[in-house]
């Protein structure tokens, strides 16, 4: 690897020929031009590692590249520069990163659970064996979010970002929305078009995003949010009663991952982070991205606030964001792994979710009885909550809707609030409600 890099290409194994896989191995093919142009050499995909040798490809290979199912192929060649792994999951996946890493061979990746829940062994042995290992494929499809951190807003202390990171969760609520589907038929409906999983587990309930989260608290914070320490809410069961009843308060609910710090510039700042569907104000960016697309929203100290929005996956979208990966390094950018010297991530002081202050939504299934709205408010007011709002909907029988927004209050707050409200015997059913992106 010390050869005239102007004139040798750089060679590629890629672990994976899917979706994301195929759709690289199209860009290489079909850009090869433009790639040479880039990068002052050529890019040439050399094995592809596939768990059915029979199977048909999702594109047609480059002359000379092979299909194999041995691992060690791509890993031992000691002519393969890069490897690419797109396979996913945390079991074959981290060991052929491991392997690739400890042959001195750089490494482009878009698995997000693996390095949000297992990457300080793959980083420590990049930095050691002086490896660059890119993953701008991981987060957010086409939107080059790793890179601007890293690069065009590293200068920027960053103070808070907000962002829609799950386009199969973003097509369903935009459907409930404008369609007035219920949550059912807009996942069905996802399902068919192919931009949900037949187990879109991962997806409506949340952890995707909360992976894609843990990598950008990385890169913007340098700091280690413990993935098993963060508060995950998702879509599953969504009621098409809060999505009509958000509207008429003049939002949109959205599926939204936020990190922000707590207590300034202070070596003892707290983070606040997590994912939850929250009520987002039509004004807002955010409340209009719709489909499949995703967005972050990015406050930096002297950047000031900054929104990306693009699509969120698909073939075609994330493999460009991959082969941008494989342009850096055949440029020979200098190990810079996570955005920070030395890779050094320090662990983050967590705000406890309790602790947490918001304005909320919420529903309520009472009894149409004179005193209910009375008792309920006092309930809010014995925990220092204050109503902003508050409409009655229809009766279903003898129950009614009644539902109300809150001035600011801790999620402590607001779950003790609704404990003293089932207490009294008020509620007909499980209260709903959401925090209100401020």
């Known amino acids: 690897m010390t050869q005239d890099t102007t004139k040798r290409p750089l060679y590629v194994g890629l672990a994976g020929m899917g979706t994301v896989g195929g759709g690289l191995v199209q860009l290489l093919k079909k850009d090869a031009e433009m790639i040479r142009r880039r990068s002052g050499r050529e890019i040439v995909l050399r094995?592809?590692?596939?768990?059915?040798?029979?199977?048909?490809?999702?594109?047609?290979?480059?002359?000379?590249?092979?299909?194999?199912?041995?691992?060690?192929?791509?890993?031992?060649?000691?002519?393969i520069d890069v490897v690419v792994e797109l396979i996913g999951g945390t079991g074959l996946a981290k060991e052929l990163i491991l392997k690739a890493l400890a042959n001195?061979?750089?490494?482009?990746?878009a698995n997000k659970a693996l390095l949000a829940e297992d990457s300080k062994e793959l980083f420590d042995l990049a930095r050691s064996k002086k490896c660059l290992m890119r993953y701008e494929g991981s987060v957010a499809g086409a939107i080059p979010i790793v890179e601007t951190l890293g690069g065009p807003l590293a200068g920027?202390?960053?103070?808070s970002l907000h962002g829609i990171l799950n386009g199969t969760s973003n097509y369903i609520l935009s459907e409930m929305t404008t369609r007035n589907m219920d949550f059912a038929t807009a996942l069905s409906q996802a399902q068919e078009l192919g931009y949900a999983e037949a187990d879109p587990t991962l997806d409506i309930d949340g952890f995707d995003t909360a992976h894609k989260l843990i990598l950008l608290i990385r890169l913007a914070f340098g700091l280690d949010y413990p993935f098993a320490s963060m508060p995950v809410k998702g879509i599953r069961g969504m009621d098409s009663r809060d999505i009509a009843m958000a509207r008429e308060f003049g939002y949109r609910i959205k599926l939204v991952a936020i990190a922000k710090l707590h207590d300034g510039d202070s070596k003892d700042a707290r983070m606040e982070a997590g994912v939850f569907p929250m009520l987002v104000h039509h004004s807002l960016l955010l409340a209009r991205v719709g489909g499949v697309y995703n967005a972050v929203r990015l406050e930096g100290e002297a950047s000031g606030p900054l929104f990306?929005?693009?699509?969120?996956?698909?073939?075609?979208?994330?493999?460009?964001?991959?082969?941008?990966?494989?342009?850096?390094?055949?440029r020979e950018d200098r190990p810079n792994n996570t955005g920070f010297a030395g890779d050094e991530i320090l662990p983050t002081a967590?705000?406890?979710p309790e602790d947490w202050r918001s304005e909320f939504y919420v529903r309520l299934m009472v009894h149409d009885e004179p005193g209910v709205l009375r008792d309920m408010a006092g309930c809010m007011a014995d925990e220092g909550i204050s109503l902003a709002q508050v409409i009655q909907k229809e009766k279903e029988g003898n129950v009614v809707q009644l539902v109300f927004m809150t001035h600011e209050a801790s999620a402590e707050s607001m779950s003790n609030a609704l404990h003293r409200v089932a207490e009294k015997g008020l509620l007909q059913a499980e209260p709903v409600y959401y925090r209100i992106l401020q």
Do not use: M, Q, W
């Open 47 to 79: 094995k592809v590692l596939v768990r059915n040798l029979s199977a048909d490809r999702a594109a047609l290979l480059p002359e000379g590249c092979v299909l194999t199912g041995n691992p060690a192929d791509l890993t031992d060649d000691p002519d």
């Open 104 to 109: 001195g061979k750089h490494v482009v990746t």
């Open 308 to 330: 990306l929005h693009g699509r969120g996956a698909g073939a075609l979208p994330t493999a460009s964001v991959v082969l941008s990966d494989l342009l850096s390094i055949a």
């Open 156 to 159: 920027n202390r960053i103070l």
């Open 350 to 352: 967590i705000v406890p």
